[in-house]
């Protein structure tokens, strides 16, 4: 399995990006997906994760509201739309695969999951 992440860039405050994340070498169904961000000097942190199936989602607190998880199964890609970006969410942003029953939403715990790709980084100026 891996998964490359991709979309990052310097935005503005107040801009938006879509961040993607690709998979290859399995069934991109079989897996719930999680975004997880890290900042410079932080550790890093749970953003959004998605059930396997796309019908749950849970968020982060401080990006509840600003970005939205999905997945489309046909393309095998899973995506982060990140809107009114703050200076605040600087950082590298991962994705990951966690193994779950097919409607439970992704875990908040970076632990919990098997695969990750190599992130994409996100510089948001004020």
């Known amino acids: 399995v891996q998964l490359q992440a991709s979309g990052g860039g310097l935005v503005q405050a107040g801009g938006s990006l879509r961040l993607s994340c690709a998979f290859s070498?399995?069934?991109?169904?079989?897996?719930?997906m999680g975004w997880f961000r890290q900042a410079p000097g932080k550790e890093r942190e749970f953003v959004a994760a998605i059930s396997r199936n796309g019908m749950r989602t849970n968020y982060a607190d401080p990006v509840k509201g600003r970005f939205t998880i999905s997945r489309d199964h046909p393309k095998n890609t899973g995506y982060l739309q990140v809107t009114s970006l703050e200076p605040e969410d600087t950082a590298v942003y991962y994705c990951?695969?966690?193994?779950?029953?097919?409607?439970?939403?992704?875990?908040?715990?970076?632990?919990?999951?098997?695969?990750w790709g190599q992130g994409t980084l996100v510089t948001v100026s004020s």
């Open positions: 990951a695969l966690d193994r779950k029953s097919l409607t439970e939403v992704g875990g908040t715990d970076q632990n919990e999951y098997d695969y």
């Open positions: 070498g399995g069934t991109f169904s079989n897996y719930a």
